[in-house]
T-cell receptor, first 111, second 115 residues
Framework: QQQVKQSPQSLIVQKGGISIINCAYE??????FPWYQQFPGKGPALLIA?????SEKKEGRFTISFNKSAKQFSLHIMDSQPGDSATYFC??????????FGDGTTLTVKP | DAGVIQSPRHEVTEMGQEVTLRCKPI?????LFWYRQTMMRGLELLIY????????DSGMPEDRFSAKMPNASFSTLKIQPSEPRDSAVYFC?????????????FGPGTRLTVL
């Protein structure tokens, strides 16, 4: 049973555009929702995260929007840059720290 | 801090051989996770430890896989005997349960190829 569904699988955006990646979860026990960024040949690295008691969190060009009732959350990358080209994973954590990851989205930002 | 350290970075072996992957978590972190990443299955949690004790090994695919954490600064993932379908990138991650957020810090991974 896939507990975290991520879409789209791949995304191509022009430089300066907005990249949007969506995730949906099923288990209401999840209490922490991180997004990871992974470059080729590297391990995933935390980008931004949110707890379900807030609806939005912004850090620079990256924003998480969270809809608790719909059990959905999304990552928005404003003013996308070629250096943002990477694979992005959403995840959902239990309070024990166990993470369930989405399948990933490969983002390509064209110059 | 050097971050999570994994060795080897690349491993090529033949089917049937034993493979041992190693991980040194970040000092002070008390949770350790082993993941496997493939194109087909994405990022899968294999097993995780809290305070050196295995908490959840439900992701370990078969009895051929075993993991140990003899102390707070070292863990191994062993595959015996290895099979071609075990080819993947294996990541180790660590976390401090004392942190306000549940951030996991990933190592650079070990790329395993089983011929």
């Amino acid at each position: 049973q896939q507990q975290v569904k991520q879409s789209p699988q791949s995304l191509i955006v022009q430089k300066g555009g907005i990249s949007i990646i969506n995730c949906a979860y099923e288990n209401t026990a999840f209490d922490y929702f991180p997004w990871y960024q992974q470059f080729p040949g590297k391990g995933p690295a935390l980008l931004i995260a949110i707890r379900p008691d807030v609806s939005e969190k912004k850090e620079g060009r990256f924003t998480i929007s969270f809809n608790k009732s719909a059990k959905q959350f999304s990552l928005h990358i404003m003013d996308s840059q070629p250096g943002d080209s990477a694979t992005y994973f959403c995840a959902a954590n239990t309070n024990a720290g166990k993470s369930t990851f989405g399948d990933g989205t490969t983002l390509t930002v064209k110059p | 801090d050097a971050g999570v350290i994994q060795s080897p970075r690349h491993e090529v072996t033949e089917m049937g051989q034993e493979v041992t992957l190693r991980c040194k978590p970040i000092s002070g972190h008390n949770s350790l996770f082993w993941y496997r990443q493939t194109m087909m299955r994405g990022l899968e949690l294999l097993i995780y430890f809290n305070n050196n004790v295995p908490i959840d090994d439900s992701g370990m695919p078969e009895d051929r896989f075993s993991a140990k954490m003899p102390n707070a600064s070292f863990s191994t993932l062993k595959i015996q005997p290895s099979e071609p379908r075990d080819s993947a990138v294996y990541f180790c991650a660590s976390r401090s349960t004392g942190s306000s957020y549940n951030e996991q810090f990933f190592g650079p991974g070990t790329r395993l190829t089983v011929l």
